[in-house]
């Protein structure tokens, strides 16, 4: 997710970028250029997620998503367990 806002000068913007899971932001940035704030922002979620074990990755976020089945299709369930 990223949203361009005007900064203190009112003339530059500056661009606000996060990686949002189960509605938390988990990795944030901001900056002049969407491209480098969304990859700020992705590479601080990686080092907050990296390594956790399924458990303590769906305790902190509350996720209770079904990786077997059920509201995730079978392409986001194998990707999903990839991930965790």
């Given at each position: 997710?990223?949203?361009?806002?005007?900064?203190?000068?009112?003339v530059s913007i500056r661009i606000i970028a996060g990686v949002l899971i189960h509605k938390?932001?988990?990795?944030?940035?901001?900056?002049?250029?969407?491209?480098?704030?969304?990859?700020?922002?992705?590479?601080k979620a990686v080092t907050e997620i990296e390594g956790l074990p399924p458990y303590e990755f769906r305790?902190?976020?509350?996720?209770?998503c079904d990786l077997l089945g059920g509201s995730a299709s079978g392409e986001d369930s194998a990707t999903m367990q990839k991930v965790l």
């Open positions: 997710m990223a949203e361009e806002v005007p900064s203190d000068d009112g938390e932001v988990v990795g944030g940035s901001s900056g002049k250029s969407s491209r480098y704030s969304k990859a700020r922002a992705a590479a305790k902190r976020y509350g996720c209770d």
